[in-house]
């Protein structure tokens, strides 16, 4: 997918990769070892990726019940925590290290707008912004304001982009729930 987006003008220097640890539920006690097959397979096809690490908090919260109204029921909420945060941290951080001339975010995360801002006013670096959800998700408007470009991702470009499987050199398949 970034072959595509980066055009064969620019170099791809390093891919970051920013996630949190998915736990194990009783509606899926393997979800965390399927995440790390898909870590793992990251890696064994993209020697350029970086991964970074947000972590999940889950804990029960009561919202109210859509219908009928006005009951509250009690629910889980899972809330990734960190991710965005390191991703902003790290756009900057490589700005002031000079370790890039175009940073591509792919998100569509509004909390990212302050940091894309920062760079491109004191550092005066190119920001390329990938949203994913296209067409039915708009892009965030404080997000695109600070872009140089911006490219929606659809769901044909996903399917065209998919690991190999098996990712070669390794033993590692594509489980069958992915």
């Known amino acids: 997918l970034f072959q595509k987006v980066r055009g064969p003008q620019n170099n791809l220097v390093k891919v970051k990769y920013f996630t949190a640890r998915v736990q194990p539920s009783p509606n899926d006690p393997n979800v965390n070892i399927r995440q790390d097959v898909y870590m793992r397979a990251l890696q064994a096809h993209c020697p350029l990726i970086e991964l970074h690490y947000g972590h999940f908090l889950r804990h029960r919260i009561w919202v109210e019940h859509a219908n009928p109204r006005p009951h509250s029921v009690e629910v889980w909420k899972n809330e990734e925590k960190g991710s965005d945060v390191n991703l902003a941290l790290h756009v900057l951080n490589d700005a002031w290290r000079n370790a890039y001339d ?27 912004l990938v949203t994913p959800g296209a067409p039915t998700r708009k892009t965030s408007r404080q997000l695109s304001q600070h872009a140089d470009f911006v490219k929606p991702i659809r769901a044909w470009m996903l399917k065209a982009s998919q690991l190999p499987n098996p990712i070669p050199g390794t033993t590692i398949h594509k489980p069958a729930n992915w």
């Open 102 to 128: 175009c940073a591509v975010i792919v998100s569509n995360d509004s909390d990212l707008a302050e940091s894309s801002r920062l760079v491109k006013a004191q550092h005066k670096k190119l920001i390329g």
